[in-house]
């Protein structure tokens, strides 16, 4: 079935700097990436929407220029933290539908980004 | 936008009995109802959905049930075992619209021994 790689699994960063996490649609083309982010004991809440080629569509509350998407090809989407503090840590996830087939979504499997 | 309601947000079963875990949702347009099982620290793994043309679905122990009217999404397991303890999601999503799934807040099933 559809696969989607992501990485790193784990990332520890210091505050201030930034954290790139990617995902890739393996054997499908991804023309729409679903960003996630899920706080401990909570649900997954989406921050963002990437469609290939152009620029993500932003959930309220969610700061675009803090959380800078690129969706640059059908295969790889990529979710930058920039200035990362303390309370950006979190599980990130990426999901992405293949086109046409009338197929789920598939999930990566996740960044868990600890700031210190 | 689409907000989706979940409850309970723990449930205790005794191993073999069943659960039920229920779901409302806002947005009439949805139509497209997946669920998904998360274990800590995993991708949550789709175990079943429903589409709003369809009223129920089942699969060995899993059936969804879909009140488009109510706007009412149930799932059920039946004959629970150990490894059904997890934290369960339901979600919704306009298909061919925005596509995007919003996620209710969740369910933690306990299945005790």
New interface residues.
Partial sequence: GAVVSQHPSRVICKSGTSVKIECRSLDFQATTMFWYRQFPKQSLMLMATSNEGSKATYEQGVEKDKFLINHASLTLSTLTVTSAHPEDSSFYICSAREEGTGQGYTFGSGTRLTVV | ?ENVEQHPSTLSVQEGDSAVIKCTYSDSASNYF?WYKQEL????Q?II?IRSNVGEKKDQRIAVTLNKTAKHFSLHITETQPEDSAVY?CAASIRNR?????????TRLHILP
Avoid at chain 2, 98 to 106: C, E, H, L, T
């Fill in positions: 936008g997946p620290g995993k991708r949550p789709l959905d999601f925005d596509d995007k799934i919003i996620f209710g807040k969740g």
